[in-house]
Each structure stands twice: as structure tokens, then as C-alpha cells.
T-cell receptor, first 109, second 112 residues
Framework: DAKTTQPNSMESNEEEPVHLPCNHS???????IHWYRQLPSQGPEYVIH???SNVNNRMASLAIAEDRKSSTLILHRATLRDAAVYYC??????????FGAGTTVTVRA | DAGITQSPRYKITETGRQVTLMCHQT?????MFWYRQDLGHGLRLIYY???????DKGEVPDGYVVSRSKTENFPLTLESATRSQTSVYFC???????????FGPGTRLTVL
């Protein structure tokens, strides 16, 4: 399975944007880039996904590099409820998700 | 209510015992998955199922057995529990129209 690389942790102030980078240099042409987050003591929660074009939804934006070897999840205005572990995942053709260690996001009030 | 549920939420068992973790979803999603998450780590795929009676191994299948006789249920059995299987187990189902996985609340299993 193709792998992703993320920073271990990031900190942000409340109501400021958060940019979470992800490297996936071995991505194949058919791999979708998915982001999930996991709040403390909960199961993972879907955030956003994309293939080639940038994507926006009510939770976040996903910016995908032109060569698709990296992407950035953008939380436009972080709140305390956004404190979680964020996982960048390459979804394979058989729909399996391979979770790495993720990035722990801390939001300061 | 629609959703995905897991039972039990907490389980303590002893080494060598058989344990079955239950997963139920109300959406009739075809794909279902079992993951385990060890303390401080990401999730690892144990088994997955593309439909009733179709299952396949994931990354860490040893020591586990699954079955799927009905679309809505996907039980995971530890045939002879070991301490290394102490973990939090998450079940998920995939919604095809949005290509998203919905996760249950998890079962915290402790093997003494």
C-alpha cells in the first residue's frame, strides 16, 4: 500500500487557520487522497477526500499538488472542537484505508 | 436509529478464551471493515468484507476469524485470546455514494 508522511504534531490558536501537510510521493494514478480525524476516545470521522482537483466542504478544504505527490488539509478557522488526530490516507482500489500515525492537532484558546 | 453499533463496548477476558465482538450497521452498506488500534498508534486493518459471504484478510489477520452471513452484521472472533490482542477494535462500513467510511464507537478489549 502506498504510504503517507505527516508531521507528528501541530499547534494552532483558536479561530486561526490550520494547514496540515501530507507527503505521498509513491501515490498511484488511481489512489484517492482521504482525510479522517479522530477525536479523543472516539472512532475516526471522515473529513474530506479528492483525486486531482482541490476540494471544499463544510469542514475543510483539500489542496492537492499538481503532481499529486503532496496535499494539504486546511481548517479555515480552528475551534477547540477541532483538536484531534488527523490522518492522511491513500484509498486503494479495493476501498481499504491504511492509517499512519497521523498529526495531532492542538488548538489553544 | 440509523448508524453503526458495536457490542460490547468494554470487555475483559482471559488468555485462551474465545471472544466475539459484534458490529451492526443499518444502512445495508456492502463493504464492512474491522480495525484495531493499539495505544498511541493508528488503526490497522484486520479483515474486511465486500458483501455477505465475501471476506478477505487485511494487514493483521492472524488470530482472528470473521463471518458475514447477513449484510448488516460483521462479527469478529478471537478464537483464543492473547495479551497482544488487548486493543480498541473499530468496525466501519463504507457508503458508496460518497466513498466514505463510517466508524462505530469501538470496543475496548483487555486480555489478562
Amino acid at each position: 500500500d502506498a504510504k503517507t508522511t505527516q508531521p507528528n504534531s501541530m499547534e494552532s490558536n483558536e479561530e486561526e487557520p490550520v494547514h496540515l501537510p501530507c507527503n505521498h510521493s509513491t501515490i498511484s494514478g488511481t489512489d484517492y487522497i482521504h482525510w479522517y480525524r479522530q477525536l479523543p476516545s472516539q472512532g475516526p470521522e471522515y473529513v474530506i477526500h479528492g483525486l486531482t482537483s482541490n476540494v471544499n466542504n463544510r469542514m475543510a478544504s483539500l489542496a492537492i499538488a499538481e503532481d499529486r505527490k503532496s496535499s494539504t488539509l486546511i481548517l479555515h478557522r480552528a475551534t477547540l472542537r477541532d483538536a484531534a488526530v488527523y490522518y492522511c490516507i491513500l484509498r486503494s482500489n479495493d476501498y481499504k484505508l491504511s492509517f499512519g500515525a497521523g498529526t495531532t492537532v492542538t488548538v489553544r484558546a | 436509529d440509523a448508524g453503526i453499533t458495536q457490542s460490547p463496548r468494554y470487555k475483559i477476558t482471559e488468555t485462551g478464551r474465545q471472544v466475539t465482538l459484534m458490529c451492526h450497521q443499518t444502512w445495508s452498506h456492502s463493504y464492512m471493515f474491522w480495525y484495531r488500534q493499539d495505544l498511541g498508534h493508528g488503526l490497522r486493518l484486520i479483515y474486511y468484507s465486500a458483501a455477505a459471504d465475501i471476506t478477505d484478510k487485511g494487514e493483521v489477520p492472524d488470530g482472528y476469524v470473521v463471518s458475514r452471513s447477513k449484510t448488516e452484521n460483521f462479527p469478529l472472533t478471537l478464537e483464543s485470546a492473547t495479551r497482544s490482542q488487548t486493543s480498541v477494535y473499530f468496525c466501519a462500513s463504507r457508503r458508496p455514494s460518497t466513498d466514505t467510511q463510517y466508524f462505530g464507537p469501538g470496543t475496548r478489549l483487555t486480555v489478562l
